[in-house]
């Protein structure tokens, strides 16, 4: 598992770098890949890995498996893919047909301040053989997990509520490893997609209520798993199923693949915000194209919330297929007011104070020639704190705009998710505190209108809404019913919506 000839990088201050406002949009935190029965499985994990980017920023790992070539090697870096996983000669360190990746942003651990040592997949040796895993979402009993185990003996390598199912599988009595993680995620509480490795078989499962995605693809004569479809496309892999959920599938080359279902069933309740947001917009969710959800959302908000205007704007990108179904069913044109630089990055220069307070002039530039005198829709996906909305509306009446009006592609994001998503405290979101009129004027815009609830389940394919009784989605960022319960924040203190 060493990987002397290339040292881990320098940890990153990411606090120094990252726009103030970057915490100002809801963050999936993880992306997870796997590959067996192909030549060189960590190559084609690194393009999964770049496909999947957008789930995580921060850092990536890959661990692969060689029987001849000094079995399991790895490699973790913090920064993107394409920064380290495209040089051959790091990817020549990580040769065999069976390969895992994950891409991070800060999960569980300390935000801000990564270590190496937090960067999945994680590796444990047991008496049968060792086993790496890579976890996207969030375990909602870690601390409480963590607690026991230290008390009985464990010794903790990372910051990372990831690594307590490594420990938890060492300490179980079954024979096999598979059996190992199945009996270890039976004491995990919340959202799990996992992604793991033996020496021969590659193993996917999802928790019960099936919270974080998980995909199933055929690669020539091997066998792939993925976050996303997207990820599949890059590798030419063929799309066969999502993992059901509360589901473990165990893939060997030779075999193919065995399924099974270790869990007390639950009725799904997959993360809403999956089609809001996070989730690239060429990938399908539950048989449905997420760009054709996003337009449906964009539809369903002009017949909610209609307006006068000149011209409908995306906040680009993640609210322009809203902003395209808003302008086709309200019939106002549709323009790209706002151009985002492709090429932003991380600041190029020393981030001082000054160029720190340019926060989003250096992500979004307004067209000015198209915005001048007139009245102007914009689309986004969501208000998280509102800090960057304003500015944005700050650029567009610099520019000449008559009026300004906000139109958000989700319910108002009023309650922190605990299952795998980077959320601001509750205080510090902007619709726990205020009504819908008073963030419309803390933003100081000409109106406000978020989508409804019912609203957004009919545009994912509910057509009778949301059921009040048993909600078909995950939606505890909007509604406040989480359908875990968030055992170690409830012992921090944090105070659950009452039942009505």
Known sequence: MSDPKFP???????DAVRDPDDGDKLKEECGIFGVVGVTDAA????????ALQHRGQEAGGIVAHHPDKGGFNSARRFGYVRDNFTRQSLMDTLPGPLAIGHVRYSTAGSKGQTQIRDVQPFF???????????????ITNAEALRRELIERGSIFQSSSDSECIIHLMARSLQRDIPARMEDALRRVEGAFSVVAMTRT???????????????????GDGWCLSSETCALDIIGAEFVREIEPGEMVVITAEGGVQSHY????????FCI?????FSRPDSIIGGRSV????????????????????LVCPVPDSGTPAAIGFAHESGIPYGMGIVRNQYMGRTFIEPTEQIRNMGVRLKLNVNRALIKGKRVILVDDSVVRGTTSRKIKEMILDAGAAEVHFRIASPPTAWPCFYGVDTPQREKLLAATMSEDEMCAHLGVDSLKFISLDGLYRAVGEAEGRDTKCPQYCDACFSGEYPVEPADMIEKGFQMKAAE
């Open 124 to 138: 444990g040796e047991f008496s049968m053989g060792g086993a790496a895993i890579a976890h996207n979402g969030n």
């Open 8 to 14: 881990p990088a320098h940890p990153f201050d990411f």
């Open 262 to 269: 270790p869990f007390r069933p639950a009725k799904s309740r």
């Open 273 to 277: 915000f999956e089609h809001v947001y």
């Open 43 to 50: 190559n084609f994990v690194a393009l999964g890995l770049h």
């Open 291 to 310: 760009y054709e959800t996003r337009r449906q959302i964009g539809v369903e908000l002009a017949r909610e919330a209609p307006v006068d205007a000149d």
């Open 201 to 219: 078989k590659l193993i996917g499962v999802r928790d019960p209520l099936g919270v974080r995605p998980l995909v199933l693809g055929k690669v």
